[in-house]
């Protein structure tokens, strides 16, 4: 009886291990952000061509988008909080070798290196549904999942003031840093979760899938530069293909899957990721453009010429209202259910871009409309894995928000594509160089609307599902014999 009143003394408080958590997936997302305003200058501080430079963001999707849904899986069976402090561990000695190299080859393997930590994000979504208090789930899962937008939101300012005023070696030192006090506090406030799921990992589903994922995201990133009906292009969406099919034959004949497709099948989730898929590209296009467009010289007609400091500030009331908003996103899912909270999100990213479409000439109105961009995806990114944990199995929780952790990453893939391709064939002669012209911006305003739009139609095409009792996500700590959950959780929404 004393052991276990010493061990409940012992317990982390819910509300630090949330705290703890969040920052993680803050630290994460400012990672992947850290080196845009430093593109512009890579060349010149490195002597690589602009190519090479560009892998420095190229390579951490990449990663990311592998690492994700593989380490969600691996986290489900072998520990989510031992994956969790792999992933840091990581991210640290990538900022490290960032910090001790200009040679471009290295300092794209240290990049590699911070892109696998995008996996923290679902993993610590995963703890938070094993660990914390029924009621406590929701709240919690909304500021988590919302840290990918606010840490992006953070890094953009804050790498610029670094690039503008000090060497820029030391953005990676300190992000090294950061990941050591990461993984210090969750040692001392994140408790190891005892579920697990049972069985073999499947290590042809992981190759599989990574593979697939490699030839259809190269092809995407890379397509602008290579050309789009290139053979190298084509090829590489042919065998990505080809890998899918075969990988997804294979999937369904293991007892334990990588990707439970059939799970992954039902309305429920193939909807939902489908939604974060077109929710991840409507929110890239904001970050793509409005640095972009507030830099822009002012015999444009258009441009402010601000400095690369003040562009990213544009962003950071964005990030602060995704902090803001999370409470109120989770609120809304307890109340009328993740769809609609996922509805609204939608249509309020819509009504963003019509602003920045109609609005787009001054500071305030492009801080405005990013910011109403930027609250939608709060409450978007809030109601996603609200969604996912009621339609899949307890034990299988990170290996599904970690797909749809990734299917957000394709999507922003595709965006950064799409984007690329607008800005840089609508143009027009200025100053003695060629520059987007404004309808091209507005054109890509347009393209993020209808995105929205589109996610809007998918998520009313969702199955009905009631809205959220207190504590009805994260009550079903129990699973059987096949390591799934006792009772219907998982039909839940289907």
């Known amino acids: 009886m004393s052991g276990a009143i010493s061990k409940a003394a012992e317990a982390p408080h819910p509300r630090f291990m949330v705290a703890v958590l969040a920052f993680c997936g803050v630290v994460v997302a400012v990672m992947q952000t850290l080196v845009v305003p430093l593109l512009p ?12 430079a560009s892998w420095l963001v190229t390579v951490t999707l990449l990663t990311g988008a592998i690492c994700t849904p593989v380490l969600g899986r691996v986290g489900d069976m072998y520990g989510k909080r031992r994956v969790l402090l792999c992933s840091l561990g990581v991210l640290v000695a990538g900022s490290v070798l960032c910090a001790v190299s200009s040679h471009i080859a290295v300092l794209i393997a240290g990049r ?8 923290v994000v679902p993993l610590g979504i995963s703890i938070m549904r094993d660990e914390l208090p029924p009621e406590r789930v929701l709240p919690s899962v909304a500021l988590m999942s919302s840290t990918l937008g606010i840490g992006a939101a953070v890094g953009l300012p804050v790498a610029a003031l670094v690039v503008e005023h000090y060497d820029w070696h030391t953005m990676f030192w300190a992000s090294a840093g950061l990941g050591l006090l990461d993984i210090a506090l969750v040692l001392l406030r994140v408790p190891e979760s005892p579920l697990r799921t049972r069985g073999r990992f499947d290590a042809l589903g992981a190759l599989g899938l990574s593979a697939a994922l490699v030839c259809l995201l190269l092809a995407v990133t890379q ?27 294979h999937e369904l004949r293991v007892t334990t899957p ?12 193939l909807l939902t990721n489908l939604a974060a898929l077109l929710i991840g590209f409507a929110f890239y296009a ?4 409005t640095a972009q467009m507030v830099q822009e010289p002012q015999d444009t007609g258009y441009g402010l010429g601000a400095s690369i400091v003040v562009s990213g500030l544009c962003l950071l009331p964005g990030g602060l209202s995704m902090v803001a908003l999370s409470p109120v996103s989770a609120r809304i899912s307890a109340t ?31 801080i405005l409309g990013a910011t109403v961009v930027a609250s939608g995806t709060a409450i978007a990114y809030s109601a996603l894995p ?4 009621r339609a899949v199995p307890v034990t299988e929780t990170g290996a599904a928000n970690g797909l749809n952790t990734l299917m957000r990453s394709v999507g922003q893939a595709f965006c950064s594509a799409a984007v690329a391709a607008v800005l840089a064939n609508v143009t027009f002669q200025v100053g003695g160089r060629t520059a987007p012209t404004l309808h091209a911006y507005l054109l890509v305003f347009l393209i993020a609307g209808g995105a929205a739009l589109l996610a809007l139609a998918v998520t009313l095409c969702l199955p009905r599902q009631r809205a959220l009792p207190t504590g009805n996500v994260g009550q079903d700590r129990t699973a059987g014999q096949d390591g799934r959950p006792s009772t219907s959780l998982a039909q839940e929404g289907t």
């Open 41 to 52: 200058h890579v060349p010149a501080l490195t002597g690589a061509t602009p190519t090479a």
């Open 112 to 119: 590699a290196l911070q892109g696998a930590a995008l996996a």
């Open 223 to 249: 397509g602008g530069d290579w050309g789009w009906t290139s053979a190298r292009t084509l090829g590489l969406l042919v065998l990505a293909v080809v890998i899918g099919l075969v990988w997804g034959f």
């Open 258 to 269: 990588m990707v439970d497709l059939r799970v992954s099948a039902r309305p429920a989730v």
């Open 286 to 289: 904001n970050s793509l453009s």
């Open 336 to 366: 009328y259910g993740p769809k609609t909270a996922l509805a609204l999100a939608s249509a309020i990213l819509a009504v963003g871009y019509g602003v920045r479409f109609f609005t787009s000439h001054q500071l305030w109105t492009i």
């Open 386 to 389: 609200a969604l996912v944990m």
